[in-house]
């Protein structure tokens, strides 16, 4: 539907006609939209360089709706010629193509989708004790400003039952290798952190 929807549906009612067949056509509309861009991802993906594959605008993804749609896209990006630098970008839009699907039919909200993305990559970093994203692009404002003026404290603060736990696992051994022993003074300076203040206070 355009931008005057309001009219256009308007006008449609004045003319009798009904809502269901008013919205099958607007969802018709949607889904041939959705092919089309299938189609075009799936072409595209086949030939591809680096810097097309770069350049692809963040947020711009296929959404397949189908295992068959899926496969096209995924066979499309992996069954061609590739070079060092395209074979990243295979792999990371393959990657977002299954996300896509499999986020469209579980109808996951965007908070749910959010935890999955960092749970992708704190898995494939092999990153066990949490990770942070910063957004370079939030540089640009002021009001922003200030999540990026952190000391290492400051996350060890925020995150400090979980890193305390892992510390006394390190300490006793747990995980099955030796460690140098200032190393070993920082994992028990982090225990003592939940004791005493960080200057060494009550």
Known sequence: MKDNLKEELDAMIGAGKPIIDIIVSEQSDRERGRLARISKYVEAYRTMSEEAFRDIPK???PWPDTPEELMALID??????HDYGTCVYAMSHAALCAFNYVAGKLGVT???AGCADLDFVARRRWMEDGLTLL?????????LLEKFNRTALDYIMENLKPLQKRARELLEGKRGYESHPSVRAHWEWILGLGKVGVNGKE
């Open 76 to 81: 499309s990006l992996v069954n061609r010629q």
């Open 59 to 61: 947020g711009e993804n």
């Open 110 to 112: 965007g908070f749910q």
């Open 135 to 143: 957004d370079h692009h939030d540089l640009l404002f002021p009001q």
